[in-house]
């Protein structure tokens, strides 16, 4: 059998597989269907200091080969998390990324100094694009990501910081080397792309936010192409997510330059995606004489 495991900013991940954050809660459902300890990690629901009801529904909608979401980081806030979610998470036996996002950088640096040595990573997100107050605006220019990293990576002495970046920007690597200069320890990427779904009968839109996240297999290579600018812009490792659907997709982003991937969207409309998708890189590495998923990093050619 092929290794398959990754070493991430210091963390050890059985697989490069992890749970992308908001579409995995906490675990706890998918506990129940199978062992989440199989998984590299999982990206815990976005976080923030206080609870949030998130925004009004209907706050999910589909389009073809993608789904929209405006949830609005709905959450019970980091004390209720550290209370009732952190401890089972842990007994699992994955790596656990907290993702964290707030209004303002005095937020940020609370939240990340609230939950300093107690998980494996932190993961900023500061590309939120449902979140009227912050995260949008943190996400868009160099200068604010630098900032906000900066700030954030400032209140951890322990814990390894991955800032995860939006795609609705100028260029995905000028932000990428701001989250470096700003202290980032790993980079993720992407979130959700900007979209709208008309009710054409209705001629309002489907969502009550008008506007939401757009994220499953239609946004890949996008998400691709991405990951692979940011590769190029930075020294620091980075994980590459968006339209993961199985092990082929999943391996785009090793070769393209990714060091771990993040699968989301995929297990909404199949539970036991991840699983699938582990067995399944472990399977054509062996088919094609791959020894470790480490060699088949950043391996891309291009053509001309």
Known sequence: MADLKVSLCGVQLKNPVIAASGTFGFGKEFGELYDIGLLGGVSTKGLTLEPRAGNPTPR???GRGVILNAVGLQNPGVDAFLEEDLGFLKSSGTAVIANVAGRTLD?????CARLDGLVDMIELNISCPNVKCGGMAFGIRPESVEEVTRVSKSALRRTP????LSPNVESIAANAVAAERGGADCLSLINTLTGMVVDIERRR?????NTGGVSGAGVRPVAVRMTYEACRAVGIPVVGMG????AEDALEFIIAGAAAVQVGTANFT????MPRIIRGMDAWLDAHGVASVGEL??????NG
Do not use: F
């Open 60 to 62: 999910i909608a589909e």
């Open 107 to 111: 937020d940020y640096a609370g939240i």
């Open 161 to 164: 910081l991955m800032v995860k």
């Open 205 to 209: 839109p489907l969502l009550a936010n």
């Open 243 to 246: 339209g993961i659907t199985c």
């Open 270 to 273: 199949d539970p036991l995606a």
């Open 297 to 302: 990093r950043g391996t891309l050619r291009l």
